[in-house]
């Protein structure tokens, strides 16, 4: 079955950096889109970035434009999240999700509904 599974997150202070991983098993890696989501305590789940199967094309929430990239590596079946100039407001449980397609029309690779596949998710806090 398909596995997803992060790693990587952990307590850093404000202005720290972060990698996150996400290493996918059971589907054929290259042919999905992945996405970076996360949610903060009491708060809804919201879209980090994305990035095509290809991994030429990424698109990022305007939140976190300028300080996060998101990149792959479709030989190791793993997508990557580098965050930099960390923020307590970044604090929540980040997830990574696999979409058949990727969609021209970039906002709409936000929509978590046109995601198949979920990871469990790995914490992040930021301290100030």
């Known amino acids: 079955q398909v596995q997803l599974v992060e790693s990587g997150g952990g307590l850093v202070q404000a202005g720290g950096s972060l990698r996150l991983s996400c290493a996918a098993s059971g589907l054929t890696f290259s042919s999905y889109a992945m996405g970076w989501f996360r949610q903060a305590p009491g708060k809804e789940r919201e879209f980090v970035a994305a990035?095509?199967?290809?991994?030429?094309?990424?698109y990022y929430a305007d939140s976190v434009k300028g300080r996060v990239t998101i990149s792959r590596d479709n030989a190791k079946n793993t997508v990557y999240l580098q965050m930099n100039s960390l923020k307590p407001e970044d604090t929540a449980v980040y997830s990574c999700?696999?979409?058949?397609?990727?969609?021209?029309?970039?906002?709409?690779?936000?929509?978590?509904?046109?995601?198949?596949?979920w990871g469990q998710g790995t914490q992040v806090t930021v301290s100030s």
């Open positions: 990035i095509s199967g290809s991994g030429r094309k990424t």
């Open positions: 999700a696999a979409a058949p397609t990727w969609s021209g029309t970039y906002y709409y690779n936000e929509n978590e509904n046109r995601y198949t596949y």
